[in-house]
């Protein structure tokens, strides 16, 4: 079984940065590819970016492209999301995601390719 744990949200001025981290346990670290998405009220859950298993290929939706960077620290299982230029459009919850079936690819921007799931963590953006 996987648990994930994310923590670091909170309420950030527009403009402003935020790290998120997810901390991962009960499985390889290292074998399996992680997303982040997110989730505002009344709407539906939307991928945000993923990095493959390697590390070496990463993807974004394009509403964050240039603004949200994900990382990956294998010796400390923990996967990052380190947002800048943030704007009240980004206010949701985020999640962490693993995925035991996509090492890489498209597949990793569908909620649908992903196995476990954190709690969840939120994150304001006030204007």
């Known amino acids: 079984q996987v648990q994930l744990v994310e923590s670091g949200g909170g309420l950030v001025q527009a403009g402003g940065s935020l790290n998120l981290s997810c901390a991962a346990s009960?499985?390889?670290?290292?074998?399996?590819?992680m997303g982040w998405f997110r989730q505002a009220p009344g709407k539906e859950r939307e991928f945000v970016t993923a990095?493959?298993?390697?590390?070496?290929?990463?993807y974004s939706a394009d509403s964050v492209k240039g603004r949200f960077t994900i990382s990956r620290d294998s010796a400390k299982n923990t996967v990052y999301l380190q947002m800048y230029r943030t704007t009240p459009e980004d206010t949701a919850v985020y999640y962490c995601?693993?995925?035991?079936?996509?090492?890489?690819?498209?597949?990793?921007?569908?909620?649908?390719?992903?196995?476990?799931w954190g709690q969840g963590t939120q994150v304001t953006v006030s204007s």
């Open positions: 009960g499985r390889t670290f290292n074998n399996y590819a």
């Open positions: 990095i493959s298993r390697s590390g070496v290929s990463t």
């Open positions: 995601a693993l995925s035991l079936r996509n090492a890489m690819g498209s597949g990793l921007r569908d909620a649908s390719g992903y196995d476990f």
